[in-house]
């Protein structure tokens, strides 16, 4: 990752908590200097704008996610471990997102922000998918899962984040991704202890 200076972490920090919050349309680069304790003049030394920020926001957030699946993925913990823990890395990768949030990234193509996430995407699934097959090869998870497709529709799925009547369905936004994350790595079959 990236080194920052104190200002810079500092307004990723209050665009995170408020795009997590409030999603990304309904706050405003004076709220961000607000919460930040800092001046305009700030942040547009190191944001052109409210879209660079939010992209600047989302790549941090990938890259510690991506660090902290490496490291599991890489570790010697049997598959049924690594895919509670699996599940739990993408629980607190989710929590406190809005569903304002999810909307404005997925739904909305003006502001480029879906363009971004799904470049983003791509980029973190082609490790991803090393990563499984690093795994799959280990016998951690079933040699006969075909990985691109699990990926592909695993990816797929998120497309519901748009779908407001979903995520009510699951309970809400962090509800939502647990589930999904549930059923791809259980299916619905209960579990024996």
Known sequence: MK??????????EAGKDLFWKYGFRRVGVEEICAKAGLSRMTFYRYFKDKTELAKAVFSHEVEQAMADFRELMRSDLPGPEKVKRMLELKA?????ISKDFLLDFYQHNDTGLR???????????????ELFHHNQAQGVFRADLNLPFFLAFSQKMMDLAADEQFIA??????????ELSKLLAFGIAGQKD
Do not use: D, N
């Open 3 to 12: 080194k920052m200076s104190k200002s810079e972490r500092m307004l990723l």
């Open 92 to 96: 607190a990768s989710a929590k406190h």
């Open 115 to 129: 363009e971004y996430v799904e470049k983003l995407s791509a980029e973190t699934w082609r490790e991803t998918l």
């Open 169 to 178: 369905a699951a309970g809400g936004p962090e509800q939502m991704i647990m």
